[in-house]
């Protein structure tokens, strides 16, 4: 290491230790823990020559400036910006030791109890500290963060802040003083609230330390019977003190006091300090606040904190403000600072005279001039807005709800939200069943599909085994073919073996003919099992044209989707049946009841033929306007026998039995045991099966 360079003042206040038996103070021991690197170097007689100080200061008033010249830095210049600066409004002097008799709390009172703190407090003084503060707010020289207020000790730091908010002064304490608060439990949740550009600056002065502010005020707190004043006897922190300031510096303590402590530090140095203010120009001891009024140059004394209030409650005197406010009354409040035009700073200020004035119902009532409505409190009744309810109270506090209506207002809300919540149910419920019925339609038709694919897939096998055994019955014929043009010779040679193959032809040939009628009957089974299936369906059909209409049976057949189904003789009967039962009219167009085959419809249907030939109204009516019916059965498949059953009952249903239009008529049966023909016993048949209720 060839050079060091060290800045810094070593006349400063030296590092905290807590424990005192470590300082430099403590004589005893003489650790001097606390003593700075840089303190011993300074210090040493043979680095003498090292050493070079600044002696210019560009902060403090010359006036301030002189105490740090007598305690510390004798040789310590002002720079010429420092001299003429502005004079502090209000008071008579710039630099101010307000000596007062205030004791601080002993060590075993009950508030010193009560807190837990061992640190001083003087309660009297932190009033007069910051009434003094609220009243250079006053004087609107200086803003708010331009003021400092310094002391000693923390628990005077936290007795002086909340006196500050008191006066609804805000304060704004310094993070480390915030963290020592804490420690000592004196830290208010309310320390974080205001905001520095608006607030006072409260802190110790071993936080304040490189610190400075336009105007500072000092609490020195101590004052006792055993005339101990601590660390004040500290010269380093005495030093810091009373440089922060630049404009104006007032401390409140007692001067006697600290000049006869029992530290012979102490007093030499406040002796020192005290002639400084008893011979420098500007500076003075008192036993008051200097206070001055910029208006009428009026000075006054201020020995208590109760004497603000009294003397200079506006921050000027107590006589009265002659100036009009903009509303043309006189100013109301007591002599107070202003600079600039009066006329513009007294129309900032709301009057507070009392005027006459009528409410908005006419009621006559007192109001402040700069409000601009009164503020009525006659008692009256009234109405609520429902026209219902009858209501008392203050005139101004007339409430547009009553609680009565408000209850049965929510009583209905609660009606209809659980109407509007029934609804919901509702609809999501009708949701359900629509959901429910498609997905029952969609069952039903894939039910419908795949037995529809069942018979096409039996349709499809069934033509298989038919190509298979036309096969097979064609084999033995192409051999046949072939074994005739085999030559005579070779006959001959194996007639054993022709003879041989013969029976094994006639062998085969008995096997496909047995297999061959297996199949026709399987095929007879299937058949009759479809015409079964058949039969079920439309008997299904007929059914519902009993109990529900033809409509909803014409609606029903056509909804079946199977192929075998609607391709059958009797599917396209019915249809003719139900189209003629809907419209009459078809009945003249073409023979609707005519079938291919009266043997391919089921027994039922064969009796439904019957059924409604003899019992149709609207046949019989046609069958009487136009004279066709016999005609259209002739052309028919009709049976012979049906016909002439069919006519007879027509005669007989018409009074008349008309030779043009009647038929053979059956030969007639002896009684016994005579026997009917095939057709009328299928007649007799037909009519069994006849079991139709009336006719919707």
């Known amino acids: 290491l060839k050079q060091l360079i060290l800045i810094g003042d070593h006349k400063q206040l030296r590092p905290k230790i807590d424990t005192f038996n470590l300082r430099k103070e403590c004589q005893e021991t003489k650790y001097d823990a606390d003593v700075s690197t840089f303190e011993r170097l300074a210090l040493t007689e043979s680095l003498e020559p090292c050493i070079v100080t600044l002696n210019v200061q560009h902060r403090m008033r010359p006036e ?138 409260l802190a110790t002065v071993d936080n304040f330390q490189g610190e400075e502010a336009k105007l500072i005020l000092i609490s020195l707190v101590r004052y006792n019977s055993s005339g101990d004043i601590g660390f004040l006897s500290n010269k380093e922190r005495v030093n810091v003190m009373l440089s922060r300031a630049k404009y104006g510096m007032f401390l409140l303590g007692n001067m006697d006091f600290f000049t006869s402590c029992r530290s012979r530090r102490g007093r030499d140095l406040w002796t020192t300090i005290k002639k400084t203010f008893e011979e420098t120009e500007n500076c003075c001891i008192l036993p008051h606040f200097p206070a001055r009024c910029q208006m009428h140059d009026l000075d006054q004394k201020i020995v208590t904190p109760e004497d603000f209030d009294k003397l200079c409650p506006n921050g000027g005197c107590a006589v009265p403000c002659t100036y009009s406010l903009s509303c043309g009354h006189k100013c109301f409040k007591s002599c107070h600072p202003f600079h600039g035009d009066p006329v513009d700073e007294h129309s900032q200020i709301s009057c507070e005279i009392e005027v006459d004035d009528k409410c908005g119902y006419n009621h006559i009532t007192k109001r402040k001039c700069s409000e601009k409505s009164a503020v009525c409190k006659k008692n009256v009744t009234w109405r609520c807005p429902r026209n219902v309810h009858v209501l008392t109270g203050v005139c101004n506090n007339r409430k547009l709800d009553c609680r009565l209506c408000d209850k049965a207002q929510q009583e209905e809300d609660k009606r209809e939200a659980e109407k509007y919540r029934l609804r919901l149910n509702i609809e999501e419920t009708k949701g359900k069943i629509a959901q429910k019925s498609k997905d029952h339609e969609h069952e039903t038709e894939t039910h419908l599909l795949k037995l529809e694919l069942e018979l096409a897939e039996e349709e499809l096998e069934k033509m298989n085994q038919a190509h298979k055994q036309k096969f097979t019955t064609s084999k033995p014929k192409v051999q046949q073919e072939k074994g005739s043009t085999v030559s005579e010779q070779q006959k001959k040679s194996t007639a054993q073996e022709g003879s041989n193959t013969t029976q094994t032809i006639k062998r085969a040939e008995g096997k496909e003919s047995a297999s061959k009628t297996k199949q026709n009957e399987k095929e007879k089974v299937t058949d009759a099992q479809r015409k079964t299936r058949i039969d079920q369906q439309l008997n299904n059909i007929l059914k519902v044209r009993c109990n529900n209409g033809v409509m909803k049976a014409h609606d029903k057949l056509l909804t079946i989707k199977e192929s075998s189904v609607r391709n059958s003789a009797s599917f396209k009967f019915l249809v003719g049946i139900l189209e003629a039962e809907l419209d009459p009219e078809k009945l003249a167009q073409g023979p609707v009841l005519a079938v291919p085959d009266v043997n391919t419809l089921g027994d039922f249907l064969q009796g439904y033929l019957v059924f409604q030939v003899l019992q149709s109204k609207d046949f019989i009516h046609q069958a009487e306007r136009q004279r066709v019916p016999l005609q259209r059965f002739e052309s028919s498949n009709i049976p012979p026998a049906w016909k002439k059953k069919i006519q007879q009952k027509l005669d007989l249903r018409q009074g008349t039995s008309s030779p043009s239009q009647s038929t053979p008529s059956a030969p007639p049966q002896k009684k016994g045991h005579s026997k009917k023909s095939p057709e009328e016993e299928q007649w007799d048949s037909c009519q069994k099966n006849i079991k139709m209720p009336r006719k919707s």
């Open 64 to 201: 301030i400036s002189e105490f740090c010249r007598r305690i510390m830095y004798p040789e310590l210049k002002d720079h010429p910006n420092t001299k003429n600066p502005p004079k502090v409004l209000g008071v008579s002097h710039d630099v101010v030791f307000v000596s007062h008799e205030f004791k601080e709390k002993e060590e075993n009172s009950e508030d010193m109890q009560a807190t837990g703190s061992r640190s001083k407090v003087n309660e009297r003084e932190a009033k007069m500290i910051v009434k003094m503060t609220n009243y250079f707010l006053k004087q609107k020289q200086f803003e708010p963060q331009d003021i400092a207020i310094l002391t000693p000790y923390l628990g005077q730091l936290a007795e002086i802040r909340d006196h500050l908010r008191r006066e609804h002064i805000k304060g704004d304490v310094t993070d480390l003083d915030k963290t020592e608060l804490a420690k000592e439990n004196l830290l208010n949740p309310q320390d974080d609230a205001p905001n520095p550009l608006e607030s006072v600056r």
